[in-house]
T-cell receptor, first 113, second 110 residues
Framework: DTGVSQDPRHKITKRGQNVTFRCDPISEHNRLYWYRQTLGQGPEFLTYFQNEAQLEKSRLLSDRFSAERPKGSFSTLEIQRTEQGDSAMYLC???????????FGPGTRLTVL | ELKVEQNPLFLSMQEGKNYTIYCNYSTTSDRLYWYRQDPGKSLESLFVLLSNGAVKQEGRLMASLDTKARLSTLHITAAVHDLSATYFCAVDDHTDKLIFGTGTRLQVFP
């Protein structure tokens, strides 16, 4: 069991550029979540998938953000036209079963200059 | 809208002492989770509490859930330095997503 993995671990970009992050969940987990965490705060929900279906999106997720989970396996989160306010840690988690214990990946730290 | 509050936000305690972190939430839920986060790291699952009166223990940490009071506690017994971290509680809002508290930053000193 390799756990949840995320790539890249760090990303520095200039304002206005597009960035894409990848998450590979635990292989038997059918649910996949994206959260965002800023310094000193708890994670905030962004969106989640059950298999390949995107079931919910937060109001935090502006139209510059898009997420996909083709074939119900890995997921990508793309941010278009990045802004300095997008700087944060982007966390991916996966779960399965009725208890919904979510296991988190190491995160991708985004810095927008 | 479900809100989750933790207190204290910061806790500095001496090794060997006991203390309790509190987690209150605003609407009904019967699934509550505790996580630990070390600086610059991701979240590690500690406890899953699924019913009223649930109690889980692991080492020096014990978590409990009172769904009627909408309260969970994380009790630390005889603290050691290795427990220094930020602890988050999170509540399932009935749609499978987790709503997190602001975290309690724990520092244990000799």
């Amino acid at each position: 069991d390799t756990g949840v993995s995320q790539d890249p671990r760090h990303k520095i970009t200039k304002r206005g550029q597009n960035v894409t992050f990848r998450c590979d969940p635990i292989s038997e987990h059918n649910r996949l979540y994206w959260y965002r965490q800023t310094l000193g705060q708890g994670p905030e929900f962004l969106t989640y998938f059950q298999n390949e279906a995107q079931l919910e999106k937060s109001r935090l997720l502006s139209d510059r953000f898009s997420a996909e989970r083709p074939k119900g396996s890995f997921s990508t989160l793309e941010i278009q036209r990045t802004e300095q306010g997008d700087s944060a840690m982007y966390l991916c988690a996966s779960s399965s079963g009725v208890y919904n214990e979510q296991f988190f990946g190491p995160g991708t730290r985004l810095t927008v200059l | 809208e479900l809100k989750v509050e933790q207190n204290p936000l910061f806790l500095s305690m001496q090794e060997g002492k006991n203390y309790t972190i509190y987690c209150n939430y605003s609407t009904t839920s019967d699934r509550l989770y505790w996580y630990r986060q070390d600086p610059g790291k991701s979240l590690e699952s500690l406890f899953v509490l699924l019913s009223n009166g649930a109690v889980k223990q692991e080492g020096r940490l014990m978590a409990s859930l009172d769904t009627k009071a909408r309260l969970s506690t994380l009790h630390i017994t005889a603290a050691v330095h290795d427990l220094s971290a930020t602890y988050f509680c999170a509540v399932d809002d009935h749609t499978d997503k987790l709503i997190f508290g602001t975290g309690t930053r724990l520092q244990v000193f000799p």
